[in-house]
């Protein structure tokens, strides 16, 4: 059975750090590109970055490009999300994604955790 387990939010103050973890396993996880999403209270699910298979090519929402990092380690089946200077607007169910390459439309990313909730404080 596939599965995505995303862990790491909590409670920061705004400026602050989080680094968001995402535990694979089920299927191979150094062969697939991954994604990380997120959904604010009463918004449409947001694409944050992704990475691909070998972690040679990354891409940044340009509201995150500068204060966040993705990354992976592949020998351990898990992504990362490295979250700095945060603001309040980030506040969000974030969720890692399994996609079938490496792209910013989510309906290649079907495939998705139960999330982990950021709050940022003002």
């Known amino acids: 059975e596939e599965q995505l387990v995303e862990s790491g939010g909590g409670l920061v103050m705004s400026g602050g750090s989080l680094r968001l973890s995402c535990a694979t396993s089920g299927f191979t996880f150094r062969h697939y590109a991954m994604a990380w999403v997120r959904q604010a209270p009463g918004k449409e699910l947001e694409w944050v970055s992704y990475?691909?298979?070998?972690?040679?090519?990354?891409d940044y929402a340009d509201s995150v490009k500068g204060r966040f990092t993705i990354s992976r380690d592949n020998t351990i089946n898990t992504l990362y999300l490295q979250l700095d200077s945060l603001k309040t607007e980030d506040t969000a169910q974030y969720y890692c994604?399994?996609?079938?390459?490496?792209?910013?439309?989510?309906?290649?990313?079907?495939?998705r955790g139960q999330g982990t909730q950021v709050t940022v404080s003002s």
């Open positions: 994604a399994k996609c079938q390459f490496s792209t910013r439309d989510l309906s290649h990313c079907p495939d």
């Open positions: 990475i691909n298979p070998s972690g040679t090519s990354i």
